[in-house]
């Protein structure tokens, strides 16, 4: 079996995304959506059709929508298999019950990727590589967990089967709470002086991050999955009450900082997967046109991969301060090379 | 009135940056530390000696050393200037009252920068340089202060007068209270099961990136800032209760969320003073030596500066995306450049 014509209900990032893969591969692929813009931009993106009936319908809607076009899709398309990719499962099982699409015909599967821009017009071929795709296989026909199967290979993606309800668990703690957390934190700062803020970090920036993100879907995802979440929230504010109570007690901060440097610890490198251990070189530059493409060009003839970067400097400032992630090799490599070449290095740290 | 000799007592990061910054300026140093190894890698990176009188002592111990040194340097110094550089300033306002060292011949400091590592192996004479150095002057005899304001000025930072409660309660938010959240937060993955943290992405990981830090360090901060923590941990807490409270209700959650963006969007860009508004440029490269460096030549070419940028991709994929942080103007001309050049650029962001 193979996939021929899919069809994605609902144009998003994450549908378009989908449709723009599948479409790089030869399959037969129709955008649909209720925003008659955002379906054209993305049947324009996917430049694909097919004559062939609909084999696999995806369902990319956001969570809320899911049961106004269950009954639809199914009456129109009975003999496909579908599948949602929404963030929540436990709540898009009920609302399949409840419809006339029988559970054996439909998979909920979960695609870890995202990115903080929303809309077809963020989408991108390769938003799903390398990136775990959850599935809920039990009770679902073989000849739908086949085409799912293969839909999450066209994509790159690797597949990870996992319970509804464990799923919902998982993604409390790994992506749900960071989210509350970090707008609970967020919004701490709405009554302060502006002047305090100004003395603001990295490190407030960061722990802030998501603290950006769509407040239209995250109502949605946090509703969805307010059962998962409930203990999580409880169990994180009696470890806020504790600390409260003992934050004159040099031991237990000790602790407690601790504590959060395990759980910190535990948490893999940048792609999901295995934790990739970076070394990282700082070499200072001056700050104008010109010099990050010489720098590379020394990457170049060095022949090592840079693996990320980042660029500090100050406005004013004549020099910036450029950080490459490398293998330990390519960074001593590179390293030698750029001093024997009159380059400022600084010693590389892990 | 110029700094001839100065001598910093505690060899760690800030305190081996500061002789790094004045020593490259031609101002001699002595380092000096409890830690004879600290305090001998400090003086040979530092390189600088003299044999005038020390005109300025510079306080760089752990807050909790502080006690110990304050009457042994003012009897060794008794003409000197003394400042600190800690990051609490109130209990160090007591400990030195309680000291033989006059109130007025000491000015409490506390440079705003900082690294994840520490020690004097990580110091950086360019540390300070574009960051606001924090002194409260209220009393503080004036050439202290002008000693202080060369110094200040001689690393490359900006210098301003705050009150010492009041700048404990602004960095007790801008700081503290985000260290000890997000080490509450990664605290929270310690029970979790392995497979879960898998599924993990840059929400988790940035929202725990500083719960890295040091625990030694951090004991200090929290139990020195105790009183400008407290309310703000309650608020937190409170915060907390009402968001469990109201978590099944969508309206609560969104406007809830839209208080988190508010409070974000009101910390400054990058490097303090005022936010600076990037556009994002997105650019699909092959993954291969040699491809940074002739975008970088082409964004030469076009003459446009980049101000930063981030490199996505994943393993054994043949792409990377790169987004390049630049001005609306510069990213107007460099988008044209290079689309006439056959790059792949995709729509600018805000």
């Not at 993106?45 to 609909?54: A, I, K």
């Not at 269950?70 to 298999?81: C, Q, T, V, W, Y």
Request: net charge negative; with cysteine; proline share 4%.
């Amino acid at each position: 079996m193979t996939l021929s014509h899919v069809k994605i209900v609902g144009s998003g990032l994450i549908g378009t995304s989908i449709g723009l893969g599948l479409s790089l591969k030869g399959v037969g692929v129709t955008m649909q959506d209720l925003d008659q813009r955002a379906e054209n931009l993305a049947n324009d993106l996917v430049q694909s059709s097919s004559d062939h009936p609909v084999d696999l319908v995806i369902f990319a809607t956001p969570i809320s929508a899911l049961n106004s076009v269950l009954d639809r899709e199914f009456a129109s398309n009975p003999k496909s298999a579908f599948i949602d990719i929404s963030s929540v499962k436990s709540k898009v099982k009920v609302d399949v019950s409840a419809s006339k699409l029988p559970l054996q015909r439909f998979l909920p599967t979960h695609p870890m990727a995202g990115r903080e821009v929303g809309g077809a017009e963020s989408a991108r071929a390769d938003l799903f590589k390398g990136r775990p795709w959850i599935i809920d296989s039990a009770g679902v026909d073989e000849d739908v967990l086949l085409l799912a199967s293969e839909l999450i290979e066209l994509l790159g993606a690797h597949q990870i089967d996992l319970d509804s309800a464990e799923h919902d668990k998982a993604v409390a703690l790994v992506s749900h709470l960071p989210q509350l957390i970090s707008s609970l934190l967020a919004k701490q700062l709405n009554g302060a002086d502006e002047s305090w803020l100004n003395l603001a970090g990295a490190g407030l920036r960061d722990s802030t991050r998501i603290a950006s993100s769509d407040a239209k879907l995250w109502k949605e995802i946090v509703s969805a999955n307010n059962q998962a979440l409930t203990p999580l929230l409880v169990a994180f504010a009696e470890d806020l009450a504790n600390l409260i109570q003992t934050l004159s007690d040099q031991n237990s901060i000790e602790k407690f900082i601790s504590d959060g440097q395990r759980g910190r610890a535990r948490i893999p490198g940048k792609h999901g997967g295995k934790a990739r251990e970076y070394t990282y070189l700082p070499i200072v530059i001056e700050d104008k046109p010109g010099q990050l493409a010489s720098l590379f060009d020394e990457c170049a003839s060095a022949l090592v991969n840079v693996e990320d970067l980042t660029i500090e400097h100050s406005p004013g400032q004549f020099t910036g301060l450029i950080t490459l992630a490398l293998s330990a090799s390519d960074a001593e490599k590179l390293s030698e090379h750029l001093k024997s070449r009159g380059w400022s290095v600084h010693s590389p740290r892990k």
